[in-house]
């Protein structure tokens, strides 16, 4: 398997931190991930490992942003603790954006971006963790504030391992879940921008909370929050617990039979219920003998009712009639998962990261596959693999590029069609994105950190992709 740490480092140029934009309308749009209001979303990327006024893993988010044509390089700005107006200072090891999440938290119409830094330094507190709110406007995103911990249990918790967002508490303004080494802590909007929640809260009782989902799995007016602990717990599966607002309090169930560390919630068969779609990458082990050699995602269908834990799921894997390849030990099929509209057919689809799939000889070259939703819910039938070998794309697979770590959904260019970033954190040592519309091949272009002022490093651009 390959290897997680971040190693060594990326250089960053700080000359190219920020590239002029037009100005948006006056008029925000109010997307998810809009950051100028302009009607297109944007895209947030990160490389945790990056090098930043000399500072080795410091840490660095790139956001390009969207237009009728999609993303290009030649729009975007780089973030990072040595940006002017941006809390904090870049440090040695603090991986700033090791995760990301979007919402408009003070609903002035642009969308903001959260990013976290797990291994930010506190105090004395060496892994304490932070969280900084960049603000949206007509002009892009611009400074930034911090938002606090609700409770400091111990050291080390690395406040804002995971992020997500969605209005979970049926008052129109979006929350924030973090997870971290200690608790989960949940923040309510509206947000005051000086960083204050309307209220927040944690639960000390889940532990360690690695990452977490937001959607509406009951097609009520809230958001349900799905909790995702990972493997940390005496559950080798990894637990799953769903969170549901109803009369004024949450409802707290474990998803007993579920297993994943990552997750994602769209509607695959359309019925106007959410489906939650979790990632066991994992092969099945003495510790851990459920899962499928190679990896597997589960979907748990919502319904007016939400997820009913006693459900038989929908199992995918790559021994799935339909589905490209064969489970192989190490593949990590279900490593990252992005769920939304490829092909603007109503129902959701599933792309689902394998950055540890051998592609013609070539060990964790990566890939990923593209799972179509239907009527019927999502299934092999249709369904896509692409890699670097894949004709059309221009890349070529290498041995360890890791094609597929981080994956992404958004409609870039506003026609209707979710398109598809997938990341490549190991390749040309400094990572790259690839990109396309939809999931069409053609007209696909890479990204690269080295074209961005990136030079050398280990697990870098395209790391984490904010959906």
Sequence with gaps: MRKRTLLLATALTTGLLTLPLTSASAAPSGLQGDFNGDGYRDLAVADPSAAVSGKDVAGAVVVFYGSANGISADRRKVITQATSGIPGTPE???????????????????????????????????????????????????????????????????????????????????????????SAQYFYGPFTRTGTPAGKDHDHLLGTVHTAAVGNVDGDASAERVMLPGRYSNDPGGRVYLDNWNNDQYTHTELTH???????????????YGDLVLGDYDDPNTDKPGGHRGGEISVWYGGPSGIDPGQIPTLINQDTTGVPGTGESGDEFGYSIAAA?????????????????????????????????????LSGTGSLAIHEDTAGVSGVTEGGDAFGY??????????????????IADENTTGCTWNTRGTSITGSFYICADKLGFTGGYEGLGSVIAN
């Excluded at 994943?260 to 359309?270: K, R, S």
Aim: with cysteine; aromatic share 4%.
């Design 92 to 182: 040695m090891g603090d991986a700033f954006g090791e995760s990301l999440a979007t919402a408009d938290l003070d609903r002035d119409g642009y969308a903001d971006l959260l990013i976290g830094d797990p291994s930010e330094g506190v105090g004395t507190d060496r892994d304490g963790g932070s969280l900084t709110v960049v603000w949206g406007g007509a002009s892009g995103l611009g400074s930034g504030t911090t938002i606090q911990p609700e409770t400091v249990p111990d050291e080390g918790c690395t406040f804002a391992e995971g992020l997500a967002t969605g209005d979970t508490d049926d008052n129109g303004a979006p929350d924030i879940v973090v997870g971290s080494r200690c």
């Design 406 to 423: 981080a994956v992404g959904l958004s409609d870039h260019n506003a026609d209707g069609k979710a398109d598809l970033t997938v990341g």
């Design 258 to 272: 579920a297993d994943g560390t990552v997750g994602a919630i769209g509607d695959t068969n359309g019925d106007g």
């Design 341 to 377: 509209d490829t092909n603007k057919d109503g129902y959701s689809d599933v792309v689902v990261g394998t950055p540890g799939e051998e592609i013609n000889g070539k060990g964790n070259a990566g890939a990923v596959t593209v799972l179509l939703g239907s009527a019927q819910g």
